[in-house]
T-cell receptor, first 115, second 113 residues
C-alpha cells in the first residue's frame, strides 16, 4: 500500500483568508514533503520533514507555514496568499528519513485557487 | 542550464510503436534516479527506478549512464493508455543531508489509434 491522502481536493480562498491543507500517510514513512506544481510545469519542492523535524525549506515565503504534528500527518497553513500562489499542492512521503536513495510517493494533490 | 533536461515533445506515435525518451542531469553527485508518469491534472506516479545495470518492467526499459549523466526510457508496443507526461527525476542531497527530488520538464507522449 503506497497511499498518501490529501484534503481538500479543491480549495478556493480569498487573499485575506486563512486555510490549511492536510496530508496523511499510514505507511510508517519517516519523511514527508510539500511540492507546488503550476500548470504545465514540473513539481517544485517547498518543504521536507524528516522524522517530524523540518529538514529543508526551499526559501518559501512565510505566508506558507508547514507543520508536522506526528509522523503520519503533515499540514500546510496558508495565510495572505496571492493569486500567483494558485497551483496544485502535492504531498509526498518516503520510507527513510529523506535519504537521497528514497522513493517518494505522491498524494493526489489539492488544487488551490486564490482569488 | 537546467539541472534535469528533457525534450518536452510532444511525441505523437501510433499504437504499437516503440518510443524512447532521453534525459540528462547536471549534478554528478545525484544519488538516485526515477521515471514518473503524470496524467493530466493528476499526481506523479512512480513508473520505475533507474539503475546503471538497466531495468525492465514489462514493456518499459530504463537505463542509467552515470559517466554521461544520461537516463533513458524505452516503451515498446505503445498503448493508448501510455499517453501521459513522463518526468525524469533525480534525487540529490539537499540541506541537512536530506534528499530532494529534481524534476525535468517532462516529455509528453500521445499514442494515437
Amino acid at each position: 500500500d503506497t497511499e498518501v491522502t490529501q484534503t481538500p481536493k479543491h480549495l478556493v480562498m480569498g487573499m485575506t483568508n486563512k486555510k490549511s491543507l492536510k496530508c496523511e500517510q499510514h505507511m510508517g514513512h519517516r519523511a514527508m514533503y510539500w511540492y507546488k506544481q503550476k500548470a504545465k510545469k514540473p513539481p517544485e519542492l517547498m518543504f521536507v520533514y524528516s522524522y517530524e523535524k523540518l529538514s529543508i525549506n526551499e526559501s518559501v515565503p512565510s505566508r506558507f507555514s508547514p507543520e508536522c504534528p506526528n509522523s503520519s500527518l503533515l499540514n500546510l497553513h496558508l495565510h495572505a496568499l496571492q493569486p500567483e500562489d494558485s497551483a496544485l499542492y502535492l504531498c509526498a512521503s518516503s520510507q527513510g528519513g529523506g535519504l537521497a536513495e528514497d522513493t517518494q510517493y505522491f498524494g493526489p494533490g489539492t488544487r488551490l485557487t486564490v482569488l | 542550464r537546467k539541472e534535469v533536461e528533457q525534450d518536452p515533445g510532444p511525441f505523437n506515435v501510433p499504437e504499437g510503436a516503440t518510443v524512447a525518451f532521453n534525459c540528462t542531469y547536471s549534478n554528478s553527485a545525484s544519488q538516485s534516479f526515477f521515471w514518473y508518469r503524470q496524467d493530466c491534472r493528476k499526481e506523479p506516479k512512480l513508473l520505475m527506478s533507474v539503475y546503471s545495470s538497466g531495468n525492465e518492467d514489462g514493456r518499459f526499459t530504463a537505463q542509467l549512464n552515470r559517466a554521461s549523466q544520461y537516463i533513458s526510457l524505452l516503451i515498446r508496443d505503445s498503448k493508448l493508455s501510455d499517453s501521459a507526461t513522463y518526468l525524469c527525476v533525480v534525487n540529490i542531497l539537499g540541506s541537512g543531508n536530506t534528499g530532494k527530488l529534481i524534476f525535468g520538464q517532462g516529455t509528453t507522449l500521445q499514442v494515437k489509434p
